[in-house]
């Protein structure tokens, strides 16, 4: 039903910043959850950040304070702007999301993502020390 795109990625180094995209089509982002989640070589995919419905944001430990995620309903998009960015945060990222809801829910980011059920092709993200 939802196709979606990232694209943003690319490398920096230690405290630069990248503003990551997701492009949407085939279907509105309206009440569904959004989420970007990464993986990087040898680790298993971990939530980064999410976005419910209501708006209301969430992010993983690490990247607290450093990652902002923000969505845009007219260009039925998401974003994560990413700041002070450290080498733990090389990893391909993804954008993710669910199936509509007919009631207010809350996004998760546990599980590797098992809620999503949409996933982008991934964008690189390499940051050098």
């Known amino acids: 039903q939802v196709q979606l795109v990232e694209s943003g990625g690319g490398s920096v180094q230690s405290g630069g910043s990248l503003r990551l995209s997701c492009a949407a089509s085939?279907?509105?982002?309206?009440?569904?959850?959004l989420g970007w989640f990464r993986q990087a070589p040898g680790k298993e995919r971990e939530g980064v950040s999410c976005i419910s419905p209501d708006g209301s944001t969430y992010y993983e430990k690490s990247v607290k304070g450093r990652f902002t995620i923000s969505r845009d309903t007219v260009k039925n998009a998401v974003y994560l702007q990413m700041n002070n960015l450290k080498p733990e945060d090389t990893a391909v990222y993804y954008c993710t999301t669910d199936q509509a809801k007919g009631a207010p829910y809350y996004c998760g980011l546990g599980y590797g993502g098992y809620e999503y059920s949409y996933w982008g092709q991934g964008t690189q993200v390499t940051v050098s020390s």
């Open positions: 085939g279907s509105s982002l309206d009440f569904r959850a």
